[in-house]
């Protein structure tokens, strides 16, 4: 199951269920961690060719979940998962323009 689509599992059921549900959180706050890894890995000037997405606001989630979960707040987190399709997109559009020498990171 790649990232994404463990956040899409495990709030396919709405933000309320998701607020209730300790494990989904934890699964989707760790999913995400690994996404903002993923976005870390990715050059920088090939992240500008998509300005729709925040990148800086994903790295920086991404170390808030990590280093300072005690600052989490799971509304954030949903606000997050609202915005996972177009963040799915854009990844997945970087990671495919990847040159081919380019070790793969599997989302």
Do not use: C
Not at 13 to 22: V, Y
């Amino acid at each position: 199951m790649t990232e994404f689509a463990a956040v899409e599992r495990f709030t396919a059921n709405g933000k309320a269920a998701f607020l209730a549900d300790d494990r989904d959180q934890y699964a989707v706050m760790l999913a995400y961690a690994r996404i903002g890894e993923i976005v870390k890995r990715i050059p920088n000037e090939m992240l500008a060719t998509q300005p729709q997405i925040e990148w800086n606001n994903i790295k920086g989630f991404r170390d808030v979940l990590l280093h300072r979960y005690f600052d989490v707040s799971m509304e954030r987190v949903w606000e997050a998962v609202e915005k996972l399709p177009d963040l799915r997109a854009a990844v997945e559009t970087l990671l495919a323009s990847l040159p081919p020498e380019t070790p793969q990171v599997e989302t």
